[in-house]
Every structure is written in C-alpha cells, then in structure tokens.
C-alpha cells in the first residue's frame, strides 16, 4: 500500500493534540510544532491540518490560509513533503482538542439508504404519544403556523421541526416513512415530486418560537415541555449519523432546562432565547451550529464536503476541486445568477478564478460538468449508491448553504446538480416505487 503522507499527518496531529498537555502549551510553541507538519505538493500548494480537525491551503496570491479539501489524486498526496520555508501559521487556525473530538457525521441526503427502521419506529412511537392536547397545551405558532392546520398541537411542529433542524441535507425520498408519519398534520405540500422532497431548512429561530411563545404566555411548564420533546427527538435522531451532529448539539443546548427551568428567564424574545441556546452549545460541537453563528463559514464548510464528494472523479483525470467550483456555478447560474459575485469573497484565488470563468465563458470546458436534460456527465456519476447519496447531501447543502448567505430562496425543486445526481439513485432505492397503491408517497402527491 503507498504511503500516504496526509493521512500520516492527520494520525499524527490527532495524536499531539489529544495529550492533555497540548492545551497549556503556549501558542507560539504550537505553532511551531504545527509547521513542523505541513505538507507541500508539486502544485505549490501548502497544506495545514488545523482548525475544525479541516484541512487549510496556504494561497501564495494573498498569502492568507484558506480551508480546502486536501488533495484526492493518490499520486499527489503521495508526492507531499515538508515546506522549506514554512509560511506562518495564524493562531486562529491552530487545532484544539474540541475540534478533533468533533464527530461530523454523514453528508449523505436521505434519499437512496433510507431512515433506519428503529429510527422511524421510535419517532413515530414519540409522535402517537404527543400528538393529543393537554389542558396548557398550544397550536402551532411562529414561523411554523402556516405549514401545519389549525388544530395541529405545538408538540408535533416541534417534532418536525427537530427532525429537519437536525437534518445535514434535507432532500428526502418522497417515499420516505419518517415524513409520512407527519402528512395527516401538514397544510400544504411538501416541495418536490415523486423522486425527492427538497425542503428548505429549517433555522433555529422557528423552533426556538414554539418554546418562546408558551413562555411569553406564562405557560412555563408547556414551554419546558416542547423543549424537553425537542431533546428526546434529537436524542432518537443520534442513531443516524446524517442527523447526528446537529442532534447532539440542540440536545446541549435544551437539556440543561430539564435541571434548571430557569435557564431562559431574562430572556424572553425569540431572538435572545436563540441565542441564549446558542452560548450552551459546546465547543465541540460548534461546528454543528456554524450555519447559525457563521453563514459564511458554514458554506465553505459544506463546499468542501461536496469537493470530498467527488474525489471519485480522480479516476477520470480531473480535479474535485475544479470540478465541485464548476457545479456550483452551474446551480448559481441557473437559480439567482445576479448574487454570484457575492460568493467570491468566500472562495480562495484558485476556486474564485475557476467559479468565475465557469460562470462567464459559455464554452469553457468546464461546462462540460454541468447537467444535460437532468443527467449528469458519465464522468460524473458516482461509483455507488453510497457516494451517490453522499454526493447528493453535500451538494444540497451546498445549495442551501449560499442561498443563506445570499438572502436566496432555494428552488423548489432541487438545483440543477443535485438533482441530476437523484438520476443516479432512481434505482438503488430502498423501498418500492412511488405511485404504487400503498405506498407512502400516497399522502403527498402533488396535483
């Protein structure tokens, strides 16, 4: 087996920051241990294993480091050696031992593997228990008023809104049991079609609104019990790792009222209950909630899982990175081509200048990424159903991650390269087609 010099680095990273002592050490002698394990490739590219346990691209242009997906080419990561001389390496980047106990979970969507069974069959067990009405109980109010009917209890909008909060990538398969337990509630259909539902996401602010509202209306014990449904949702949802992350991380922030109901008393507006909720999310868990702290960040997060998602086209000669820049013009020029250049500060020199010429060159051979008549290229197409649905989580994400920071609304029926890849996984479903008597899609259809 060839060595692989990142991966050798990364062990060995792991390793340094895990001793107890790392954390005294002072900041300049980390800095200095951390040069000492930086990687060069032929391209002229510097590599750091830093911050968020991620890996970062020392770019010669602006001389600024830049979070990246590290190499995917075998050849490449094999050629790595030390720089000489290594650049400086800022202290904001410098890896802690709650960066690497972060577990990231998947960035598969949930269409292709579906739900697991004990997943569904607890959350509908939980739904049939807390969907009646008790005395101090409410209806649904805030953000998530219109989506539901009248007479739906606030404990069932807390339960999806849990459900697709905790959601890496909500793109569903429309068959999907986890959201035909709730279509008797619902007022409206879901976006989407027969393949996928392409929900939006859901902001921590509309499930904060449920709690905030009893507690407004001095209704303390019925807040306290939303919340506390909150938690033993996420607390089901821990089981699959495409909800994971985000579970564990409202499970810290909400647990805590359990022991001290008082935990949210001066403050008493959504904005300042959210962020109250926010301050008791740990720092291992902060990458969890970057979309709420940092639009920003989490989108060169989420771009960087989509370009480890498609490390597979190595195998074809190209470049992840080039090829997930191209596939991100593609969908900005098809859904809101007017905020594209709002994404450049958010993109190193090499990704802006390939996002940019991808954009502005209609025969650029990068185009040749981009979907014909909702197929992707041969090329393009993922070497199984796990990468697929890998694939097609970090590119919704992507998505709805620079609709965020763009104040975009996202398409309701996917972008463009998402759901090209759904073409991909058509047939590697796990449950029966849509449109078959008995089946769950049955509840939703669109008309």
């Not at 619902?186 to 507690?215: I, K, N, Q, T």
């Not at 900005?332 to 010429?357: F, G, I, N």
Request: proline content about 11%.
């Amino acid at each position: 087996m060839q060595w692989d010099p990142f991966d050798a680095i990364e062990r060995d990273v792991r390793v340094m920051i895990a001793d107890p002592r790392w954390a005294d050490v002072p900041a300049h002698t980390q800095a200095q241990a951390m040069a000492a394990r930086l990687l060069l490739t032929p391209d002229g590219g510097c590599w750091l294993f830093g911050r968020h346990a991620r890996w970062y691209r020392h770019d010669p242009a602006d001389g600024q480091w830049h979070l990246s997906a590290p190499p995917a080419d075998p050849r490449a990561r094999a050629s790595a050696r030390p720089p000489h001389p290594a650049p400086l390496i800022p202290e904001h980047l410098l890896p802690t031992a709650a960066d690497l106990a972060f577990d990231r979970g998947s960035t598969q969507a949930f269409v292709g593997p579906d739900v697991p069974h004990e997943v569904t069959h607890r959350l509908r067990a939980l739904l049939d228990a807390n969907r009646g009405m008790r005395q101090d109980a409410s209806f649904v109010g805030g953000p998530l008023r219109a989506m539901f009917y009248a007479d739906v209890p606030a404990t069932v909008a807390t339960m999806w809104g849990t459900v697709m909060w905790c959601a890496y990538a909500p793109a569903f398969d429309g068959n999907e049991v986890l959201l035909s337990m709730f279509g008797e509630f619902l007022a409206r259909p879901l976006p989407g079609d027969d393949w996928v539902r392409w929900l939006p996401p859901m902001p921590l602010s509309a499930l904060v609104a449920l709690y905030a509202e009893r507690l407004a209306a001095g209704a303390q014990d019925a807040a306290l019990r939303l919340a506390g449904l909150a938690a033993d949702t996420a607390r089901v949802l821990l089981a699959d790792p495409r909800f994971g992350p985000r579970a564990a991380a409202l499970i810290a922030m909400v647990e805590p009222l359990r022991a001290q109901p008082w935990l949210d008393h001066p403050s008493w507006d959504v904005t300042a209950i959210r962020e109250a909720w926010l301050a008791r999310c740990p720092p291992h868990l902060a990458g969890a909630i970057l979309a709420e702290t940092s639009p920003g960040e989490h989108f060169r997060h989420t771009l960087y899982d989509m370009v480890r998602a498609l490390s597979f086209v190595t195998a074809h000669g190209a470049d992840p990175r080039a090829v997930g820049a191209s596939l991100l013009a593609a969908d900005v020029k098809h859904v809101a081509p007017e905020v594209a250049t709002q994404l450049y500060p958010w993109l190193d020199s090499e990704l802006r200048q390939t996002y940019y010429v991808t954009l502005s060159e209609p025969r650029h051979p990068l185009r040749g990424c981009w979907p014909r008549a909702g197929e992707p290229p041969a090329a393009l197409r993922p070497p199984g159903r796990g990468a697929a649905a890998a694939l097609l989580g970090a590119g919704y994400a992507t998505g709805l991650a620079w609709c965020r920071l763009t104040g975009t609304a996202p398409p309701p029926r996917g972008f463009p390269t998402s759901a090209a890849t759904v073409s991909c996984l058509i047939h590697e479903r796990d449950d029966p087609l849509p449109g078959v008597p008995g089946t769950s899609s049955e509840w939703i259809r669109h008309t």
